[in-house]
């Protein structure tokens, strides 16, 4: 939940700086919506449904309609586009049970999601900008990608000219961001192409995170439209997008890509104080609440061990920063510092320390042993 929570933090300020609103929409609907939007055609064997009072429901398998309503709220002008709606989409997925695995593939979905609503001469930009954002989320973790385009499936909705101009949108997109890609054919969502970006894991495995996919059907199908500098009504492109994936499979992607050994910022315990005997307890507690009060993850383990024994037990479970304290500690307002990856720093201040630990997480810096294999591959 803490690694969630501050990847929810990052993505509310990613939301702010690339302009996105984020939005919540409800997980049920009635089963006309989902044969409005083509999902019951389409993608019915997946999905989930259940009634009321004769009335039948479909949970969402994916979140475009509610995005598509909250766009039909109000008119939209040429001026109101780009709209760009995000929203930690709660979706639900029947998988067959042999297909589940761990964190990295679940029927309870929580996804990055986001619906950009623009122009048609708006695409190739957003999509831009969908990469850019990517690779900026993908750094963050240092985790390689490797980009698939995927084309129009057999199974699918829309004109063939429709997907000519979607498919050479999204090109051109990669092409002009310089970006490598493998063609995927036939791969592509049943309303529109899509570019998928992969990374592979600590055993090789490849895992699809992200995707942003192109779409010309959705609006077609509930009608939407915006009115045009010419004051007639005009459709736009929807993209759907979404950079993590979900923060389900996400999780376990970093933590096998980490190997446990988390960069400080999402540790979930990030500083461990170890006080070197009970006459030490004391002044590790308060090391401990002086760093939880600046809003560090902190905590003073008193339990009757040894302290080398303490040692180990925090080395095992990947504690970024272990504080031991002493006598001579106690009395100087210090702290011992041993980092994980970088051994035994001596003593600091316990001051100049948090403002170190504070900045570091701020900047959400990577683990410096993480940074020099990443350069290595
Ligand atoms: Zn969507």
Redesign the pocket.
């Known amino acids: 939940m803490v690694i969630w929570n501050e990847l929810t933090a990052l993505w509310r300020e990613l939301n702010r700086n690339w302009r996105y609103q984020e939005v919540r929409t409800p997980i049920i609907y009635s089963v006309d919506v989902w044969k409005q939007s083509g999902h019951w055609d389409k993608y019915r064997d997946h999905m989930f449904f259940t009634e009321k009072d004769g009335r039948p429901f479909g949970l969402k398998p994916?979140?475009?309609p509610g995005h598509v309503f909250i766009y039909q709220d109000q008119r939209r002008s040429y001026r109101d586009l780009p709209l760009r709606l995000a929203e930690q989409g709660l979706v639900h997925r029947d998988e067959p049970s042999g297909t589940l695995h761990g964190l990295m593939r679940v029927i309870h979905i929580t996804q990055d999601?986001a619906?950009i609503f623009c122009r048609h001469d708006q695409v190739q930009e957003e999509v831009l900008g969908c990469l850019e954002l990517a690779q900026t989320i993908y750094d963050l973790f240092g985790l390689d990608l490797r980009i698939e385009l995927s084309t129009r499936p057999e199974n699918r909705i829309g004109s063939d000219e429709l997907w000519d101009d979607a498919e050479a949108a999204l090109e051109g997109a990669l092409r002009h961001a310089r970006l490598e890609y493998d063609l995927n054919e036939g791969d592509g969502a049943f309303y529109g192409p899509k570019i998928d970006l992969h990374m592979t894991d600590s055993i090789g495995r490849s895992w699809q995170m992200g995707t942003i996919q192109l779409d010309y059907q959705m609006p077609e199908r509930f009608d939407v439209t915006y009115t045009g500098e010419d004051n007639a009504e005009h459709r736009p492109a929807m993209i759907?997008r979404a950079l993590f994936g979900s923060f389900e499979r996400f999780i376990g992607i970093l933590i096998e890509h980490f190997g446990g050994a988390f960069p400080l910022w999402i540790a979930p315990l990030q500083v461990a104080v170890l006080p070197v005997a009970d006459r030490h307890n004391a002044y590790a507690e308060e090391v401990a609440e002086d760093l939880t009060a600046a809003g560090i993850r902190a905590e003073a383990d008193l339990r009757a061990e040894s302290v080398g024994r303490k040692i180990a037990q925090s080395e095992t479970h990947k504690v970024p920063v272990i504080l031991v304290v002493g006598d001579r500690e106690a009395q100087d307002g210090t702290v011992s510092v041993r980092r994980r990856g970088e051994g035994n720093l001596g003593a600091r201040p316990l001051q100049d320390l948090r403002d170190e630990l504070l900045e570091e997480i701020r900047e959400r810096r990577l683990p410096a042993s993480t940074v020099d294999s990443t350069q290595e591959a």
């Open positions: 994916m979140n475009c999601d619906h759907h």
